[in-house]
């Protein structure tokens, strides 16, 4: 009867003991021309387990946003299927807490410690994100593998909403490499 007790157990310390990140590889902004102007996506890798981004765009004109998040697998033929994520969040509620979606509460999150957008709605002028990354103490723990995060925003300010873009993060779910010089140091 202990026994099985202790393979649980020692499953528990063997899991406690890996750790999950989300590696961000890459990023595609796409825009409407018209409403966004300068803009500019880049990864900065850090380290095996950590990469940033680094964004800034100038909005033409204020925005109301309303984000479409759609997250996306990698399967084994390289293609990218819908997984489990599927959501539309009004964004100025969630700021305004009034509505506590909580994938609106994971942005706004982001939002607030990685960019200058930290007041309530309109968004307008130069907005820009420094060295952000995707904490994993926000986000449920995904499979390992390869997933495409996608932000549709478009402007609900208007009565036929208008597109405003899309921001894509290609990210990976991998365990946390560790350095074999720190490991040789213990030893």
Same mark, same amino acid.
């Given at each position: &009867? +202990? *026994? @099985?007790?202790?393979?649980?157990?020692?499953?528990?310390?063997?899991?406690?003991?890996?750790?999950?990140? !989300? %590696?961000?590889?890459?990023?595609?902004?796409?825009?409407?021309?018209?409403?966004?102007?300068?803009?500019?996506?880049?990864?900065?890798?850090?380290?095996?387990?950590?990469?940033?981004?680094?964004?800034?765009?100038? &909005? +033409? *004109? @204020?925005?109301?946003?309303?984000?479409?998040?759609?997250?996306?697998?990698?399967?084994?033929?390289?293609? !990218? %299927?819908?997984?489990?994520?599927?959501?539309?969040?009004?964004?100025?509620?969630?700021?305004?807490?009034?509505?506590?979606?909580?994938?609106?509460?994971?942005?706004?999150?982001?939002?607030?410690?990685?960019?200058?957008?930290?007041?309530?709605?309109?968004?307008?002028?130069?907005?820009?994100?420094?060295?952000?990354?995707?904490?994993?103490?926000?986000?449920?723990?995904?499979?390992?593998?390869?997933?495409?995060?996608?932000?549709?925003?478009?402007?609900?300010?208007?009565?036929?909403?208008?597109?405003?873009?899309?921001?894509?993060?290609?990210?990976?779910?991998?365990?946390?490499?560790?350095?074999?010089?720190?490991?040789?140091?213990?030893?």
């Amino acid at each position: &009867m +202990i *026994f @099985p007790w202790l393979v649980v157990l020692g499953c528990c310390f063997a899991e406690a003991e890996s750790q999950l990140v !989300y %590696k961000l590889n890459k990023i595609e902004c796409l825009v409407n021309k018209t409403r966004v102007k300068n803009v500019s996506c880049h990864v900065k890798a850090i380290s095996w387990n950590m990469a940033v981004v680094n964004m800034d765009c100038f &909005m +033409i *004109f @204020p925005l109301y946003p309303e984000v479409r998040m759609q997250v996306f697998v990698k399967d084994y033929s390289n293609q !990218y %299927k819908p997984f489990l994520i599927d959501v539309a969040i009004k964004m100025c509620e969630v700021i305004q807490k009034r509505n506590f979606i909580s994938y609106g509460v994971i942005i706004w999150k982001l939002f607030k410690r990685f960019t200058n957008v930290n007041h309530t709605c309109p968004f307008s002028g130069q907005l820009s994100a420094r060295n952000g990354y995707l904490d994993t103490s926000l986000l449920p723990p995904f499979p390992h593998g390869s997933y495409l995060v996608s932000l549709t925003i478009v402007d609900s300010s208007s009565a036929n909403k208008e597109y405003v873009g899309t921001i894509k993060f290609f990210l990976q779910s991998m365990e946390l490499i560790k350095s074999k010089k720190a490991a040789k140091a213990l030893v």
